[in-house]
């Protein structure tokens, strides 16, 4: 069978037919309409990224993973937890695919698969959200003193002078701030913890 | 008077307060009147959209839901912080682009009593409300104490310009809105490229040594440019460029010294008002130097002088010989 031939009978370099289960799974647990399915591979985000160098793999190909279906290695992948959300990949992609927005959904589906590779960045927002969920607003020092002791003890020391001069200067507050209506706010994280947006 | 419903953000009460006292002393001249959203929370910054999306878009729309509980001749939210910013105008934009989303997020509202229809209000930023509904004339018509000969790099830093689902910003890489603000207060304002990149938001907390490096480019090309100051309207920007600036500096062996203020503590001292009041001295790496170049007094910000550098010892390595044995003659030992 000549080269021709063969693209046309088993499609450009395909052995069987495309599973894309997992990334449709990813469109659809993605906020507004992700046009992943759009990504023609052209390497625009990975180039406009100001944290590729850090990241295992570039969102381009993350996105041909996606479409490949190795969810083991996406889900441990780091580039969603480097991912800074800056949106230049986004404002720069020829096909407009939502890339900031699916790292979210990525980071969402490594933390309940409990895939992720490091554990101090989901952990950090465990933690935001934990003090969000408590008071119904962010608190910076019970934020800062749990996750370092937890996670960063030994950079500690060095961060002294910062928060001494953050704690003087009241940039941050001693005590958390709560809202008024603290019920109404747990009542309707409690019904959304109850919904999924792709059901 | 332009009225505004007010949505402050978590930041304003605390680590961002010089942007918060600032706004306060310049919304009186600005003819501003702010009504803040009853009873508002956090939007949840950039941390609980990778938790769980349905609580996340809930959070900010229970603001949203609020906010047009308080529609009364202005339906227009001005946010000041740009993580705010985007939250707000993002859970708006996908509840509309996403109907299952409007959906969800409605019935979990419902559980609490409330409802949103996307589009209710408007979700401006409070540069785009001063340039737009205010005017760079009525601006430059209360400037009395004009910023000629500070040279500012202008930083809007990512997530306001970006993604701008309402199409309200001239660029999305190069705006030229804060420029064009800062020229109208009489400053020597620089085409500051880096006016859009990243400060590294959340990765000072969760991995540092990505962040130092986003961080030091931005001092690096602000020194370049021989910026005397950077000027923010992102509180996540001002808080890593300046709380971490020491960390950086300690991380690489430099010694960048690159103030970074709010753009409302520059439109209140160009507008006459007291730099303690406009919440000068707040920063870390002092503004002091900047603001004598055009005449004003900073408050102590209490910044100690860096200690210099030890040279590093190194290895033990053999010296060279004193001065009275390197002339070539042989020398006689002593007996």
Redesign the interface.
């Known amino acids: 069978m000549s080269p021709a031939e063969t693209v046309l009978t088993q499609g450009a370099g395909l052995k069987k037919p495309e599973d894309l289960t997992l990334l449709h799974e990813v469109a659809d647990?993605t906020?507004?309409?992700s046009h992943l399915e759009m990504c023609i591979q052209c390497g625009t985000c990975g180039g406009s990224c100001?944290?590729a160098a850090?990241m295992d793999h570039t969102p381009r190909a993350l996105f041909a993973m996606l479409r490949a279906g190795m969810r083991e290695e996406v889900l441990r992948s780091n580039t969603?937890?480097?991912c800074?959300?800056?949106?230049?990949c986004?404002?720069r992609c020829p096909q407009e695919v939502h890339i900031?927005?699916v790292m979210?959904?990525l980071?969402?589906m490594a933390?309940k698969a409990k895939k992720y590779t490091d554990s101090?960045?989901?952990d950090?927002?465990?933690t935001?959200?934990g003090m969000?969920e408590t008071f119904?607003?962010?608190f910076?020092l019970g934020l800062?003193s749990r996750?370092y002791l937890t996670h960063q003890p030994l950079?500690l020391p060095?961060?002294a002078?910062?928060g001494i001069?953050?704690l003087?200067?009241?940039?941050?507050?001693m005590l958390p701030?709560k809202?008024?209506?603290m019920e109404?706010?747990t009542?309707?994280?409690?019904?959304?913890?109850t919904?999924?947006?792709s059901s | 008077m332009n009225k505004y419903i007010f949505y402050p953000g978590?930041?304003m009460?605390?680590?961002?307060?010089a942007y918060y006292e600032s706004l306060k002393a310049i919304q009186g001249p600005l003819a501003m009147e702010l009504e803040e959203v009853e009873?508002?929370?956090?939007c949840?910054?950039?941390?609980?959209?990778?938790?769980?999306?349905?609580?996340a878009?809930?959070?900010i729309a229970?603001n949203l839901a609020l906010a047009a509980k308080q529609v009364n001749g202005t339906n227009t939210v001005m946010a000041p912080c740009s993580a705010c910013y985007l939250n707000l105008e993002?859970a708006d934009?996908?509840m509309a682009?996403?109907p299952?989303?409007g959906e969800?997020?409605n019935?979990?509202?419902?559980?609490?009593?409330?409802h949103y229809d996307p589009g209710s209000v408007q979700i401006r930023h409070l540069v785009d409300v001063i340039i737009n509904d205010i005017g760079l004339e009525a601006v430059k018509a209360k400037v009395v104490r004009p910023l000629t000969g500070l040279r500012i790099a202008p930083y809007l830093g990512?997530?306001v310009p970006?993604?701008?689902y309402a199409k309200r910003w001239s660029d999305?890489?190069h705006p030229s809105e804060l420029d064009d603000l800062m020229k109208a207060l009489g400053a020597d304002v620089i085409d500051f490229p880096m006016k859009t990149?990243?400060c590294?938001?959340?990765?000072t907390?969760?991995?540092?040594?990505?962040a130092y490096e986003?961080i030091r480019r931005l001092v690096a090309e602000a020194e370049e440019y021989q910026a005397d100051i950077m000027v923010t309207m992102c509180p996540m920007c001002q808080m890593n460029l300046d709380?971490?600036q020491?960390?950086t500096n300690?991380h690489f062996g430099t010694n960048f010294h690159m103030p970074i203020v709010f753009f409302t503590q520059l439109m209140a001292v160009a507008f006459g008002i007291d730099p303690k009041q406009a919440g000068f001295?707040?920063e870390?790496v002092s503004a002091k130097d900047a603001l004598a170049r055009i005449g004003l007094k900073a408050p102590d910000t209490?910044e100690k002088p860096a200690a210099p550098r030890k040279k590093p010892e190194g290895l033990p390595m053999p010296k060279p010989l004193p001065k009275k044995y390197a002339s070539g003659q042989a020398v006689v030992m002593e007996e």
């Open positions: 647990a906020a507004g309409v100001p944290s850090d969603p937890w480097i800074v959300s800056c949106y230049h986004v404002v900031a927005d979210y959904t980071k969402g933390i101090k960045p989901p950090f927002s465990q935001f959200v969000v119904g607003r962010s910076e800062a996750f950079r060095g961060m002078g910062m001069g953050m003087t200067k009241k940039r941050m507050n701030t809202i008024k209506n109404q706010l009542a309707i994280l409690n019904k959304a913890k919904l999924e947006l | 978590c930041s009460e605390g680590s961002a307060r009873d508002w929370n956090c949840g910054a950039t941390e609980y959209l990778s938790i769980n999306l349905i609580p878009y809930s959070l229970r993002k934009h996908y682009e996403r299952a989303l969800k997020v019935q979990a509202l419902a559980a609490g009593g409330l990512c997530m970006r993604p701008d999305h890489e990149a990243c590294g938001g959340h990765m907390q969760i991995g540092p040594e990505t986003l709380a971490y020491g960390e300690r001295g707040l870390l209490g």
